[in-house]
């Protein structure tokens, strides 16, 4: 379940995929063969196991209807392996908008209210103060490891990943990679949360008290490692529904074959829940032809937060965007009445993000940006003050701090990067190089090298609209400009004045950048 993988060349992967196969096929094609078939077995496996009748957790009042089943359509099947993209799910005939594709009854699904019937698992942690999340981390566990084939949810379990793609699992090495983009932040805060919810579960005390559960050799299926990768499983393909209810206003569920979706942006399934029958509906919102996979949109967000969620980077991303923040100084006078204007106007720092953009200017942005860098008079005049949170231009002078801030916004994101962007497509070049003998790289490294790669460009394009949304003013203001707000870095102002620096990020090398160092 993810979206397209970056290829390498594909002449040089298929010379080298090609030598490969007949290196080995003599002596492992059966194998080959006998793990594809294997695959679809398990596929197969799965489809059967979500529509075969499993016992309802209230059929001891209700022993006339005992048993509930998935109702998935016929032409639903899962892809062993779909398109540069692992397993999926499609439809073997056309599906019409609205459609139901299938009905998943609670039963089938791994959430809470699957956890609190585990009677034994449930009188050890659902009292104790843990996480929502982490307890349903410890219920995945102790299906996948601690029951493993005996587990009513096997057929389903086996088939999850084993690898945390995620940023989350990466090593500093692999991280490393991404030194300077906000991923390598957002996955350090996220790895310190899952520590917290693991360490407050306390699994050395649980295996104390419910040796049953937690003790013994089960301790081996409750370790940090086993509890991150059940977190990434619930965070990469749990749902949250919406049960309109006051008590418990949404679910979040682990629900078979869905959880299977790759992401497309205009993928069309709609999970709805449906209280009364407790099951999980999953509707087709729009057409889909037969033989194709039926996609479903994971959100709108920069492919920064796919890799770090997912562990995959969308082929093509409309959100595509590098985020980034203002705020006013603390040295300034002016700060209260800043921020309050700031707030009032849906600008405020503190409660969102702005983004640079691959293609156009934010104006929520340049807005902001204006507002912090208003003088004492531009503040008291209302027009002023109107034109500013509009993001239109105040005065000469507000347009010169509002530049010189944001360049240095964009030239402080691209200085935080090991690389730049003309090394980056300088080691492209060498791995597309059939000629060259260099290891075709991994795929956590080609992901960093097309997400840095990206966020480069976007900036870099963010200092082009910029200089065109606000031309060269009068030498002599920019002069003052820097003197007035960036002292004690005047040079390096001047320089993201006159785009300089900018230019040479696009262009420079590795060897070049050495020789100036040095």
């Given at each position: 379940r993810r979206g397209a993988m970056p290829r390498a060349r594909d002449a040089r992967a298929r010379v080298r995929a090609?030598?490969?196969?007949?290196?080995?096929?003599?002596?492992?094609?059966?194998?080959?063969?006998?793990?594809?078939a294997d695959a679809r077995g398990r596929a197969l496996a799965l489809e059967r196991w979500a529509r075969t009748p499993t016992r309802r957790w209230d059929a001891a009042a209700r022993e006339e209807d005992a048993t509930t089943a998935a109702r998935v359509s016929e032409s639903i099947r899962i892809v062993a392996e779909a398109r540069g993209a692992g397993r999926g799910v499609a439809t073997t005939r056309n599906v019409s908008a609205g459609e139901l594709l299938a009905e998943v009854p609670l039963e089938k699904c791994l959430c809470a209210a699957s956890a609190r019937m585990d009677a034994r698992l449930w009188r050890a942690i659902g009292a104790s103060g843990a996480s929502g999340d982490a307890i349903l981390a410890a219920h995945v566990l102790r299906e996948a490891f601690?029951?493993?084939?005996?587990?009513?949810?096997?057929?389903?379990?086996?088939?999850?990943?084993?690898?945390?793609?995620?940023?989350?699992?990466?090593?500093?090495?692999?991280?490393?990679?991404?030194?300077?983009?906000?991923?390598?932040?957002?996955?350090?805060?996220?790895?310190?949360?899952?520590?917290?919810?693991?360490?407050?579960?306390?699994?050395?005390?649980?295996?104390?008290?419910?040796?049953?559960?937690?003790?013994?050799?089960?301790?081996?299926?409750?370790?940090?490692?086993?509890?991150?990768?059940?977190?990434?499983?619930?965070?990469?393909?749990?749902?949250?529904?919406?049960t309109e209810s006051a008590e418990a206003p949404t679910i979040r569920v682990l629900v078979p074959l869905l959880d299977m979706a790759n992401h497309a942006p205009g993928g069309k399934l709609r999970p709805e829940w449906d209280a009364r029958s407790n099951v999980v509906k999953v509707y087709a919102a729009s057409a889909f032809r037969e033989h194709t996979e039926l996609r479903f949109n994971y959100d709108t967000k920069p492919s920064q937060y796919f890799l770090l969620q997912y562990g995959f980077i969308p082929?093509?991303?409309?959100?595509?965007?590098?985020?980034?923040?203002?705020?006013?100084?603390?040295?300034?006078?002016?700060?209260?009445?800043?921020?309050?204007?700031?707030?009032?106007?849906?600008?405020?720092?503190?409660?969102?993000?702005?983004?640079?953009?691959?293609?156009?200017?934010?104006?929520?942005?340049?807005?902001?940006?204006?507002?912090?860098?208003?003088?004492?008079?531009?503040?008291?005049?209302?027009?002023?003050?109107?034109?500013?949170?509009?993001?239109?231009?105040?005065?000469?002078?507000?347009?010169?701090?509002?530049?010189?801030?944001?360049?240095?916004?964009?030239?402080s994101f691209l200085e935080s990067y090991t690389t730049t962007l003309a090394e980056d497509n300088e080691y492209v070049a060498r791995v597309d190089d059939e000629s060259n003998d260099e290891p075709l790289p991994g795929k956590r490294k080609r992901f960093a090298v097309l997400l840095r790669m990206r966020e480069k460009q976007i900036l870099l394009a963010s200092a082009d609209a910029l200089f065109k949304e606000l031309p060269d003013e009068d030498q002599e203001l920019v002069k003052s400009t820097c003197e007035e707000i960036f002292m004690n870095e005047f040079d390096a102002c001047m320089t993201r004045a006159n785009g300089t620096v900018f230019a040479s990020y696009e262009k420079k090398t590795e060897e070049e950048r050495v020789d100036e160092s040095s």
């Open positions: 090609l030598f490969l196969a007949c290196v080995v096929l003599a002596t492992r094609g059966a194998r080959a063969s006998d793990a594809k601690d029951a493993g084939s005996k587990s009513a949810y096997w057929p389903w379990l086996r088939l999850l990943p084993r690898d945390v793609d995620s940023t989350v699992g990466w090593n500093e090495d692999e991280l490393s990679e991404l030194s300077g983009s906000n991923v390598v932040v957002f996955t350090r805060a996220i790895k310190a949360q899952w520590r917290m919810e693991y360490d407050a579960l306390d699994v050395p005390t649980l295996g104390e008290k419910f040796p049953d559960v937690f003790g013994g050799e089960r301790a081996a299926h409750y370790t940090f490692d086993k509890f991150t990768w059940a977190r990434f499983i619930i965070w990469s393909r749990a749902i949250d529904l919406s082929e093509t991303n409309p959100a595509e965007c590098v985020e980034a923040t203002v705020r006013v100084s603390d040295h300034d006078s002016l700060r209260d009445a800043k921020e309050e204007l700031l707030r009032l106007h849906g600008l405020d720092p503190k409660k969102r993000n702005f983004e640079w953009k691959p293609r156009s200017i934010d104006y929520d942005l340049l807005a902001a940006t204006r507002v912090i860098t208003m003088d004492e008079a531009e503040m008291s005049d209302a027009t002023s003050l109107t034109l500013a949170v509009s993001g239109a231009s105040v005065s000469a002078k507000n347009d010169a701090r509002t530049k010189a801030v944001l360049l240095k916004s964009l030239a």
